[in-house]
């Protein structure tokens, strides 16, 4: 709001709890200007989490100034005044910010500046209102709860400093956060929930449990993956190769960069320049691949030149070749190499390819944010009446990996176009936005899913889904998306030949269900708090021995060998250090099994089995040990 005003219509789809929060921001303002009555004020927008409300002011507001200004908050809402509305017209509005009267208790000897200026872009004959609560008034469309009372519990979190309306032309503001609740319940569980989330940060257990690093001098955003992270990769990967195969998708290949006439042909460039890498520019010999027929290029000229020649050569042009920001042109390539009927149809490309994106540095946040990924991408071709079918299996893949992970609070954001922005914001398809839009609405209505429809939001070539999950701890993340295509076939020309043998294209599904790894393996390590399920655990088992005795030591060599034979990530600790010592570090790297083995267990051929998170579950046959021990991670047991 503060950058870019709200609609009306937009304001109205505000959710109970922004509503709550936006009204916080209204008791905030009276309460400083009790304190400090020449605050001014400029926008006090609800936002994830809570609110804010910008201000200039001498006193610069620091966190010790909290408590005080919380007890004057919670004075306006224990008086529980009415939230009443009240609409004047453009001039009164503004003689009332000359007065200095808005975002005020009274009238003030310097005018309501930000107001004013506010008023001012307040498109004509859109209505002006302001909002009363006690000695307070503000300009402002609403919407807001009943009472200053119904705002149950709210804290102040946060200081910073903002350019008014983003601008840093602008005078800088000082913006002070904070969230509400409806009861101290719940504000109290968000603020354990945060607690916990630092806890289990991706990068802080990312680094202790030796998933990743960022290294300077790798840059900035391109993580590295330690072997135990590479061992997640490999059973994601392994996890989507074997869904995606029994779904009956095929995989390809293709190489990390690509010649800038792809990005031209999908559209990419230059709508996505800002976000791709800059080019590089190379000089080749082009076109090596329409060389004359019989022509035999020399495999090794002695002086390392071309020994071809110069006619032959192809002439040197240079050439601008960018990483690759996305799978798709590519895949569509590989669709149109071969011709296709619609007995090919649906055709599903799968690969984890690595895409680079060139967020902006500030913008980086460990495996959230990042410039190099590795997306679970595929794209589907296929035929209109295959769409629902189709777009019905895809959503069940995601409703499967949300089972196995034990994600149980999920939202798909389904992302419609708005009519009015056809032909700019939107491809020029009217019919097809109709139609695809429809089935994906019938879909999404008839299989239960839990989702909310957002006009005006979807990709420029068709309807999209962003999935957001919640990890256990309630924690929001973004992690895949789910689009309908029905632009690129066309720019790259793909056709399949139909039953009655014309030529048609065919629609296009991109899908992601396990975004990226390191988004997706992000995300993991904050919901399991780095106490993955056996399968995915980087370190599966390891071996304590009670002791470095030479026949126990070949007691726990012989069950490492058996277990990595059948492909367990089982480890020996064979140093000298005492077995208390030596279960705390395992403990420590949270390793999901332990096999502590003593002289007993030796001559009984056993084991004794500790769990991470469990503790010790006594001795068992060494041969029922690790016939469990494989069977969970085949099914993947959580
Ligand atoms: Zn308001
Ligand atoms: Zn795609």
Excluded at 403 to 417: A, Q, V
Aim: with cysteine; net charge negative.
């Amino acid at each position: 709001m503060s950058d870019e005003r709200k609609t009306l219509e937009q304001r109205s789809l505000m959710s109970e709890i922004e509503r709550l929060r936006h009204s916080a921001a209204h008791v905030l303002a009276t309460a400083i200007l009790k304190l400090w009555p020449d605050a001014q004020f400029a926008a006090g927008p609800p936002v994830e989490n809570g609110f804010y409300y910008d201000l200039e002011l001498g006193h610069r507001i620091s966190p010790e100034d909290f408590e005080k200004i919380e007890a004057e908050m919670k004075k306006e809402t224990k008086a529980n005044h009415v939230f009443e509305r009240v609409a004047v017209n453009r001039d009164e509005a503004l003689a009332l910010a000359q007065r200095g009267e808005l975002a005020a208790l009274a009238p003030r000897s310097e005018p309501s500046k930000f107001k004013f200026d506010i008023i001012q872009n307040i498109p004509e004959g859109e209505e002006i209102s302001l909002y009363r609560n006690g000695e307070f008034t503000d300009l402002c469309a609403g919407p807001h709860v009943m009472r200053t009372g119904n705002i149950g519990a709210f804290k102040l979190t946060h200081v910073a400093s903002a350019y008014y309306k983003g601008d840093e032309k602008n005078p800088q503001l000082q913006r002070i956060y904070g969230t509400a609740f409806k009861n101290k319940t719940q504000l109290d569980e968000y603020f354990t929930m945060l607690e916990e989330a630092k806890k289990r940060d991706h990068r802080k257990l990312g680094k202790e449990l030796e998933i990743f690093v960022l290294d300077d001098d790798v840059g900035p955003g391109l993580p590295l993956w330690l072997p135990r992270g590479a061992a997640m990769i490999e059973e994601l990967e392994k996890l989507a190769k074997e869904t995606e195969f029994a779904a009956g998708y095929k995989r390809v290949r293709t190489p990390h960069i690509a010649r800038e006439i792809l990005y031209k042909k999908s559209g990419h460039l230059p709508y996505y320049e800002d976000s791709m890498f800059p080019p590089m520019e190379l000089e080749d010999r082009l076109p090596s691949l329409s060389r004359p027929a019989g022509f035999q290029p020399a495999e090794s000229a002695e002086d390392g030149q071309d020994a071809r020649p110069p006619s032959q050569a192809g002439s040197l042009t240079s050439d601008r070749y960018y990483l690759k920001a996305m799978n798709c042109p590519h895949h569509h390539k590989l669709f149109g190499a071969v011709p296709h009927s619609y007995r090919d149809l649906p055709l599903r490309f799968a690969e984890y390819g690595t895409c680079y994106r060139y967020e902006q540095s500030g913008e980086l946040i460990g495996l959230m944010r990042v410039r190099s990924m590795q997306m679970n991408d595929a794209h589907i071709y296929l035929t209109p009446d295959q769409f629902e079918t189709e777009f019905n299996a895809v959503n069940e893949m995601y409703l499967k990996y949300f089972k196995l992970f034990g994600i149980e609070k999920y939202l798909m954001r389904f992302s419609t176009h708005d009519p009015a922005k056809l032909g700019q914001k939107f491809v020029d398809e009217p019919e097809l936005w109709k139609q695809t839009e429809d089935m994906t609405r019938n879909v999404l209505k008839n299989s239960g899913i839990n989702y909310v429809e957002v006009p005006n939001e979807a990709a420029f070539y068709g309807p999209k889904i962003d999935v957001q999950v919640w990890s256990v701890i309630g924690r929001e993340f973004t992690i895949a998306t789910n689009q309908v295509d029905f632009a690129q076939p066309r720019r790259f020309n793909l056709v399949y030949k139909d039953r009655d043998n014309t030529e048609k294209t065919p629609l296009c599904i991109h899908r992601a269900p396990l975004g990226t790894h390191e988004r997706f393996i992000g995300f993991l390590i904050e919901h399991y708090a780095g106490n993955f399920p056996l399968w995915l655990a980087p370190e599966q088992v390891r071996i304590l021995p009670i002791g470095d005795e030479a026949p126990l030591l070949e007691y726990a060599r012989a069950i490492q060998a058996e277990l990595r034979a059948h492909q367990v990530r089982c480890e020996l600790d064979a140093s000298s250090d005492h077995i208390k010592a030596k279960i705390s570090s395992a403990e420590q790297m949270k390793v999901h099994t332990m096999l502590v083995i003593g002289g007993r267990d030796m001559d009984a051929n056993a084991v004794s089995v500790r769990v991470h998170g469990k503790g010790n579950l006594g001795a068992k046959p060494r041969d029922e040990v690790i016939a469990d021990i494989l069977s969970a991670i085949k099914e993947r047991r959580s």
